[in-house]
């Protein structure tokens, strides 16, 4: 655990972390592309979620129309979260709330690659009988990161 905090006060001391300090437009900035991301991802992902676990059709369009939303809001949050990270690396990787955050988005983000590599839903029809679970799965991971990112600030 030594090694990851000095690594994060490392981050936080770096050129970039002192810029996302120092510039009023940089944090504000990356702070509003995170929760379009997070809107992106979580409102596309459950939409997709929900209508697999209602064995419903329409699953097939959410599934083509969802999954690129998905995906970029999931590469904003990635991009913006580094550098909200680096802005205050050290406080983060001592908050309870963005330990167990990191927690959800791992199990978030290996919940998709079981889900597209192992039950690949565009390949059966219907969808797998794992199909349900990796969904329910996903709703839990992915609204479980979105409450605690936001716990982040009052823990």
């Known amino acids: 655990m030594d090694a990851a905090f000095s690594l994060a006060a490392a981050i936080e001391a770096s ?5 996302m300090r120092a510039s009023i437009w940089l944090y504000p900035l990356a702070n509003l592309v995170h929760v379009l991301g997070a809107a992106l991802l979580v409102g596309a992902s459950a939409t997709f979620d929900v209508a697999v676990l209602r064995g419903d059709r329409a699953s097939r369009f959410v599934l083509r129309a969802g999954i690129p939303l998905a995906a970029l809001g999931l590469a904003l949050q990635i991009v913006t979260g580094v550098a909200l990270f680096a802005a205050e690396a050290g406080p983060l990787m001592r908050n309870p709330a963005f330990l167990a955050k990191l927690a ?7 919940n998709i690659a079981v889900f597209h590599a192992v039950l690949n839903p565009r390949a059966q029809r219907p969808l797998p009988k794992g199909a349900r679970v990796a969904a329910a799965v996903s709703l839990l991971a992915w609204a479980g990161a979105l409450l605690l990112g936001r716990a982040i600030a009052y823990v």
Do not use: D, K, S, Y
Request: hydrophobic share 75%; proline share 0%.
């Open 15 to 19: 050129a970039f972390g002192q810029a």
């Open 104 to 110: 959800f988005i791992a199990v978030g983000v290996a």
